[in-house]
C-alpha cells in the first residue's frame, strides 16, 4: 500500500531532468551583440577583473565611433554565419560550423601564437545570450540579444 523510497526518488529525478529539458534554451537563432565587458589580471588575487569604469568608457566609445555592428546566426545543422561591419569598410562575413558541449562552444577560431580561444556561454535565455570569451588569456564578456 505504500510507496516505496526508492519509487519516489525515481519519479524526483525524472521530474527534475523534464524541467531541465524545458528550460532549456538553444544557441540557434540570429543574435545582435550589444556591449563587451573586459577584464584584467589582478595580480595581488591572480584572478580577472573588470576593468576600471573609464577603460571601459573608452572601449565603448571608440565602438560606437567606428560603426561597430556584429550580428550572428547560429543554425541548428551547427553552422553560424557572423557579419561585422564598422563604418566606412565593407562587411566581414565568417562562415563556419561550431560545436556546443555543455556551455563550451567552439566556433573553430584559429590558433594566435599557438593558443586557443575558449567560448563559454555564461548566459543563455530565450532573450539574451552572454559569453565568457577567453583570448590570449584576456577575459572579456560578450552580450547578444535574439532578434
Known amino acids: ?3 516505496s523510497f526508492s519509487k519516489v526518488i525515481i519519479t524526483m529525478i525524472c521530474v527534475l531532468l523534464w524541467t531541465n529539458q524545458c528550460e532549456a534554451q538553444s544557441v540557434v537563432g540570429k543574435w545582435t551583440r550589444n556591449t563587451a565587458k573586459l577584464f584584467t589580471w589582478d595580480k595581488s588575487t591572480d584572478k580577472q577583473v573588470p576593468v576600471s569604469e573609464q577603460t571601459q568608457k573608452q572601449y565603448n ?25 564598422t563604418t566606412g569598410a565593407e562587411p566581414r562575413i565568417r562562415n563556419g560550423k561550431y560545436t556546443l558541449t555543455g556551455k ?10 599557438d593558443q586557443k580561444t575558449t567560448i563559454t556561454i555564461h548566459t543563455l535565455t530565450d532573450k539574451e545570450m ?13 552580450f547578444y540579444t535574439r532578434n
Open 1 to 3: 500500500m505504500g510507496i
Open 61 to 85: 566609445e571608440a565602438i560606437a565611433k567606428n560603426g561597430y555592428e556584429e550580428t550572428l546566426e547560429m543554425k541548428s545543422d551547427n553552422t553560424f554565419i557572423s557579419t561585422v561591419t
Open 104 to 113: 563550451d562552444l567552439d566556433m573553430n577560431i584559429p590558433l594566435v601564437h
Open 130 to 142: 552572454v559569453w565568457d570569451l577567453l583570448f590570449m588569456n584576456k577575459l572579456t564578456e560578450i
